[in-house]
């Protein structure tokens, strides 16, 4: 698929609608019309914390006699949460999805909406068997609550206007994922928010007040013109660094030939082949048990001095014990010993698979820090192709590190927010000043110990994503460019929130992630035309993601 085709859904989804700046300025003169489009954002991005809604007094909900009907659709494993995925275990839903029906009642004064709960298309499938019986539903509200859980797709099977939104940090995977799917299916009922303001979901849902007298195209068009007028410009602030000096493509691949990643558990053949083959990286497995082999192995002294370095340098260490550290402490030197012994620079864990069944003893996530600060690679979720990417532009662009993470999409801020438990603390390299950095549980389990990194703010990014193949056996780089602005310390998700305002298109941010994961690579420097020089070089195509 060229680039072309793959971004051709956001005029396709558009309906028809003029460009960003027409649709921007047009709805400042003509804010409280349907859609309920308030006045523009300001082009200044700054700090905003995700609240909750609030609890909304009953006399504050008007008399909804006449209003057109809505089935607002939680999706959702659990009202009180038993799983380890985000935001996190023992989150209680009921008050939260209570004041969202609320505030939503309250503030769409012209649609009644009528709350149910589904994680799956059998749930959904009953919804629809309900409201087929009452026939006065005439659109669907799904709210994404966890990550995982599709409500979505057997409620557009209704086949009526359906709107798809996310709850903050704690829906945006699946949201990601799920969002693109129907995109690329081109669903022309369909219409879409992510944003961490709660007033961007009450506005983009008045257009369900259309639907009195109107059609399912005015919907989408009231929904898609409030998202895109809603959508800051770019703000222009100039970085604190212009481009950087990158190695050339023939450099770079002569910098990675041979580098060997370990990878704990769950690498296939094929993967490890194509990498070989592309960047003559070597991909070479390892166990759980030869990790414990090498934990047992570390001096308790030795562990107890790296705990004492944590306590002194870290800005805050919350709910984690001293005990937690130590096989924190003795996982770092074990991963480090294991790296030594296979002559390698960069290992990716299945950690999550490893500590969630007992296979492996500690959380290796400050561990991780640890071998990225000193400029080797410790990676999640033994997730390869990110460490490819930190491996190949960690060459490329002299010693930046990079930082995998989850993204979030903020359409309120023009951000990205990439969330994980894991940063390095010298995003700028080895020799740079270390970034403050806090000591956290792991965040959807509670359990262990992760960490929050304080990224340098007003740098500029460059985010890439390698896929090894595409359609037709041709490989594929992701890339999208923004700057950082602030650093999010929700309690909500993974530890890490690194926020970036994104340059460039921000309607392409929606479109690719049920294609190549949520994964993403973010390092702090502009060197987008090396990126395009080093496919170029190796046969990979360019996929803008903005």
């Not at 219409?191 to 059609?215: C, Y």
């Not at 296979?342 to 950690?351: E, G, K, L």
């Not at 662009?397 to 999409?409: C, E, L, Q, V």
């Not at 990194?453 to 985010?463: D, L, R, W």
Request: charged share 25%; hydrophobic share 40%.
């Amino acid at each position: 698929m060229s680039q072309e085709e793959a971004f051709d859904i956001v005029e396709s989804t558009c309906k028809g609608c003029k460009r960003r700046d027409f649709i921007y300025g047009l709805l400042a003169a003509t804010a409280g019309a349907a859609a309920g489009c308030a006045t523009p954002p300001s082009r200044e991005l700054a700090d905003f914390f995700a609240a909750l809604p609030e609890p909304v007094p009953p006399k504050a909900i008007p008399d909804k006699t006449g209003a057109v009907k809505v089935r607002l659709v939680f999706s959702i494993w659990d009202d009180i949460q038993i799983r380890k995925t985000w935001p996190n275990v023992g989150f209680d839903f009921r008050p939260v999805m209570k004041n969202i029906t609320d505030a939503l009642n309250a503030a769409v004064k012209g649609v009644n909406f009528v709350p149910a709960m589904s994680c799956d298309a059998k749930g959904s499938a009953k919804i629809l068997e309900e409201d087929a019986k009452s026939g006065d539903v005439q659109g669907y509200l799904v709210i994404q609550m966890n990550s995982w859980p599709n409500a979505l797709g057997g409620i557009v099977k209704a086949g009526k206007p359906t709107l798809f939104c996310s709850f903050p940090y704690s829906g945006i995977g699946g949201w990601d994922v799920q969002n693109a799917a129907m995109l690329r299916a081109n669903q022309n009922k369909y219409a879409f928010m992510s944003s961490l303001d709660f007033n961007d979901t009450i506005g983009v849902a008045r257009a369900f007040e259309l639907l009195k007298n109107g059609t399912a195209d005015d919907f989408v068009k009231a929904a898609t013109e409030y998202r895109i007028a809603h959508t800051p410009l770019e703000t222009g602030i100039k970085p604190a660094e212009g481009p950087l000096e990158c190695l050339s493509p023939e450099e770079t691949l002569v910098a990675v030939k041979g580098k060997k990643i370990l990878s704990v558990e769950r690498c296939s053949d094929s993967t490890k082949a194509k990498i070989l083959k592309d960047f003559g990286i070597v991909v070479e497995d390892v166990k759980f048990d030869e990790l414990n082999a090498a934990w047992d192995k570390v001096p308790d002294a030795l562990a107890q001095a790296k705990v004492d370095e944590w306590k002194r340098t870290a800005r805050k260490i919350s709910e984690v014990s001293d005990a937690t550290l130590f096989g924190c402490a003795k996982q770092f030197y074990g991963m480090r010993e294991v790296l030594k012994a296979h002559n390698a620079v960069a290992i990716s864990v299945d950690c999550l698979g490893g500590c969630y069944t007992g296979k492996l003893r500690a959380y290796p996530c400050l561990g991780f820090m640890e071998l990225q600060d000193a400029g080797l690679f410790g990676t999640c979720e033994n997730d390869i192709r990110s460490t490819v990417a930190m491996v190949v532009f960690n060459a490329m662009t002299k010693g930046r590190m990079g930082y995998i993470s989850d993204p979030a999409i903020d359409s309120s801020r023009r951000a990205m927010i990439f969330a994980h438990c894991v940063s390095t603390r010298k995003l700028l390299g080895v020799e740079s000043e270390a970034s403050p950095y806090e000591i956290e549980t792991h965040s959807e389990d509670r359990q262990g110990a992760s960490v929050r990194a304080i990224a340098p703010t007003n740098y500029p990014v460059t985010t890439v994503q390698f896929h090894f193949t595409g359609n037709g056996g041709t490989g594929c780089v992701l890339v999208q460019t923004g700057r950082t602005f602030s650093n999010d310390p929700d309690d909500r998700a993974c530890r890490t929130k690194m926020v970036v305002e994104v340059t460039g298109d921000f309607e392409r941010s929606y479109r690719l992630w049920d294609l190549w994961g949520w994964h993403r690579v973010t390092f702090l420097g502009d060197f987008k035309k090396d990126v395009e020089a080093l496919a170029k070089k190796i046969g990979y195509r360019v996929i803008y993601e903005s």
